[in-house]
């Protein structure tokens, strides 16, 4: 059984890895992305522990949930509000973690 459980975190850390790794570069400022991109190597396997934690007790820090709503101009009178529409940046561990989780499961 513990053979089993080891595999199976094994499989997972790697799954995390290679999602960290996907992200793309982007011009948004993601602070949790450049870092994870940056040091993924040397957090995986502490990552994988939390993201296990999360799974079982079903809890997300709700640090990791927040969003920025940002309003993007389409065309026509920039007072108007009806002329923009919503740009929401989720920050890439919160949106990474749903994505390995659908994988794992």
Do not use: W
């Not at 790794?21 to 450049?34: A, E, F, Q, W």
């Not at 995986?44 to 101009?73: E, R």
């Amino acid at each position: 059984l513990f053979h089993k459980l080891a595999l199976l975190f094994h499989k997972l850390a790697l799954m995390i890895l290679e999602t960290i790794k996907s992200l793309k570069n982007s011009k948004s400022k993601d602070y949790y992305g450049i870092v994870l991109k940056r040091n993924i190597n040397n957090i995986v396997y502490p990552l994988t522990k939390l993201v296990n934690k999360c799974i079982k007790s079903g809890i997300f820090p709700d640090s990791l949930k927040m969003s920025k709503v940002i309003p993007l101009y389409k065309k026509g009178d920039k007072n108007m509000a009806s002329n923009y529409k919503t740009h929401i940046l989720v920050t890439c561990v919160f949106k990474n973690s749903v994505q390995t989780n659908y994988k794992v499961f």
